[in-house]
């Protein structure tokens, strides 16, 4: 089954794209807000994200452009109440790969989303595109295997999950709430130390046998995964 991410703050507009894939056997997710949809377009796997382009927290094309450095097959149709040359040209110019305009007609829709993910699969087959690599580490998120220097290593459920995460997110400083929250799904407890333990675990199998170390601890702040 299909999976697609709608993000889109018209919770009525959002319910009817809902229904309307469901009954077409195509599941969804919602996100109301541009940060959370972002969140989940990096976090989790979609085939296709409906992306609307006035949206609270970050705006839709900010969206479209972030997704699209750590995910660069997944296609993107742009939502919008706009229907100028210039404001296509900048959804388009930021990754998206279609773009509609409101009201639109839910078959309208329906084509383009089929013919979006027609244009995917032709293009990247099920077997590209899941490969997160920094450095001489490597993550196959089809085999669920990981490797460094060419050497697979052994992790746990919860530790693949850890280092996806670092790795969807490489370059950026993520917070101990960041991971309680993504990674546990968990509101976060200052009291639990859960995420030093699993942190700790991972730079045992990652980092202790290498002379590049990737999982970086910023004071204060959280942890980083780069090339140091």
């Known amino acids: ?37 972002k969140q989940l377009a990096l ?19 900010d969206v479209c452009q972030q997704v699209r450095i750590y995910k660069p097959s997944l ?11 210039e404001d296509k040209l900048e959804g388009l110019g930021r990754g998206a790969d279609d773009y509609i305009v409101k009201p639109f007609d839910f078959r309208e829709l329906l084509a383009r989303i089929n013919a979006a993910l027609r244009v995917s699969e032709l293009i990247n ?17 089809g085999t669920k295997q990981v490797s460094r220097g060419g050497n697979l290593i052994d992790l746990t459920a919860k530790e693949f999950a850890l280092l996806e995460y670092f790795l969807l997110h490489r370059g950026r400083v993520v917070s101990k709430m960041d991971l309680a929250e993504h990674v ?7 009291g639990t130390n859960v995420v030093e333990v699993y942190i700790n675990y991972l730079r045992k199998k990652v980092d202790k046998d290498f002379s590049t170390k ?8 959280g942890y980083i995964m780069k090339e140091e």
């Not at 546990?184 to 200052?190: G, I």
Request: avoid cysteine; charged fraction near 25%; glycine fraction near 8%.
């Open 1 to 37: 089954m299909k999976k697609i991410l709608i993000i889109e703050d018209d919770r009525r507009i959002a319910q009817n794209i809902f229904r309307g894939l469901a009954s077409e056997n195509i599941e969804a997710e919602i996100a109301y807000d541009g940060i959370t949809g």
């Open 43 to 61: 976090d989790k796997k979609f085939d296709l994200v409906l992306l609307d382009v006035n949206l609270p927290g970050m705006n839709g094309h």
């Open 75 to 85: 296609p993107i149709i742009m939502l919008t109440a706009y229907g100028e040359i």
């Open 125 to 141: 087959p099920e077997t590209t595109d899941k490969i997160l690599r920094i450095a001489d580490l490597e993550m196959n998120l």
């Open 184 to 190: 546990w799904h968990l509101n976060f407890d200052p």
């Open 214 to 221: 990737l999982i970086h601890t910023r004071p204060g702040m």
